[in-house]
Every structure is written in structure tokens, then in C-alpha cells.
């Protein structure tokens, strides 16, 4: 256990579903983030929070919506998804340099 | 930006032989350097971070780094790697308040 929780940890949907990943933290860290983990491609930064406001968004598909509604916890939706859109999911947080990863979700679209 | 490139996508070793994990950064500004390990279906696991000072970084599970600001370089080595350290092992510079990682080495070790 690292600090950073998520859930799902494994999630199967189909292209017409909705579903959200949760994160949450409890180590009093002031940034949350989402990353996306394809295969053979270096992390993706998806969305940056810093004190539960959205300071980035790098340039992610609208079918992915975050939601941070306090400072530990940070939601991602999802809604019309593509297959490639499979990938594994990780949430991190931070205060200063110290970076904390969750174990992920493993999602994938079919 | 600053951009991280890893140098090598598959290192095979033998147990208990050394390993050596390279990377390169490209930044015009102090940087902040990390080294990550991701155990299969686990998260990312700090294994070390270069912050200031020293150059020699030791780290978890017997690691160290060596920070090189004129090859502007922070390679990862082992003395001696065990079938546990099996492994992708990511590189990350701190960009600003975000980390941008490497595309990753995957180490596998055999008997």
C-alpha cells in the first residue's frame, strides 16, 4: 500500500458505458494527477489538480472528465470510450518533489 | 520542456551480474531527476530522486545513480541484480510541478 488508492483495480466496459475511476489519498498531498500507461509508450500526463483546482489538461479527448472534489480525492469519468483507449490508468500525488503512484486501473474498452 | 530519453527498451542480465540503465534529460534549467521501478500489474515505485548535491544518488534495493550535469545524464546502476529486480524501470525529470517520464527499460533477469 502506497498511500494512493485506487479503485477499480481492473475495469472491462463497453463503448456505450459509463464508468469512474477513483483515487484517493490520505497523505496530505496538495497535487493530484492522472496518467495514462499504454504499452510501449512513455506515461501520458492526463489532468494536474493543485489544491482541488484543474491547472492542466493536456489536451485529453472530452470523453474523459475529471472531477476533484477535495484535496485527497480525484475522480476520472469516462463515457464513450474507444478501444484504444485501453490502457492502465494511474493516479499520483504530490507535495513538493515527493511523488506517490497508485497501483492503477487496468481498463479495457471493448 | 524538458524531455527525458532512455536509452535502452530491454536490458537482459544474468543474476548476480551488474546492470546499467541509461538516460538522458534535455532541460536548460536545474532539473530535479527521478528513477522509477513498476513491478507487473503494480503502480510506480520511487527507487531514487536527485534533488542537489551529491552527484552519486543511492537509492532502494541496493540501486544508485549518477547525476552528470555535462552529459547531462542519470544512469542507473546495480552491482549485482537478483530474479526479483525483473522489472520496467522508468526515468522522470520534474517538469515544472509535473514529473515526464522516460519510455521506459525492461529488465529481465535470468538464472
Known amino acids: 500500500e502506497t498511500g494512493v488508492t485506487q479503485t477499480p483495480r481492473h475495469l472491462v466496459m463497453g463503448m456505450t458505458n459509463k464508468k469512474s475511476l477513483k483515487c484517493e489519498q490520505h497523505?496530505?498531498?496538495?497535487?493530484m494527477y492522472w496518467y495514462k500507461q499504454s504499452a510501449k509508450k512513455p506515461l501520458e500526463l492526463m489532468f494536474v489538480y493543485n489544491f482541488k483546482e484543474q491547472t492542466e489538461n493536456n489536451s485529453v479527448p472530452s470523453r474523459f472528465s475529471p472531477e476533484c472534489p477535495n484535496s485527497s480525492h480525484l475522480f476520472l469519468h469516462l463515457h464513450t470510450l474507444q478501444p484504444e483507449d485501453s490502457a492502465l490508468y494511474l493516479c499520483?500525488?504530490?507535495?513538493?518533489?515527493?511523488?506517490?503512484f497508485g497501483s492503477g486501473t487496468r481498463l479495457t474498452v471493448v | 520542456a524538458q524531455s527525458v530519453t532512455q536509452l535502452d527498451s530491454q536490458v537482459p542480465v544474468f543474476e548476480e551480474a551488474p546492470v546499467e540503465l541509461r538516460c538522458n534529460y534535455s532541460?536548460?534549467?536545474?532539473?530535479?531527476l527521478f528513477w522509477y521501478v513498476q513491478y507487473p500489474n503494480q503502480g510506480l515505485q520511487l527507487l531514487l530522486k536527485y534533488l542537489s548535491g551529491s552527484t552519486l544518488v543511492k537509492g532502494i534495493n541496493g540501486f544508485e545513480a549518477e547525476f552528470n550535469k555535462s552529459q547531462t545524464s542519470f544512469h542507473l546502476r546495480k552491482p549485482s541484480v537478483h530474479i526479483s529486480d525483473t522489472a520496467e524501470y522508468f526515468c522522470a525529470v520534474n517538469n515544472d510541478y509535473k514529473l515526464s517520464f522516460g519510455a521506459g527499460t525492461t529488465v529481465t533477469v535470468r538464472a
Open positions: 497523505l496530505g498531498h496538495n497535487a
Open positions: 499520483a500525488s504530490s507535495q513538493g518533489d515527493g511523488y506517490t
Open positions: 532541460s536548460s534549467v536545474s532539473v530535479y
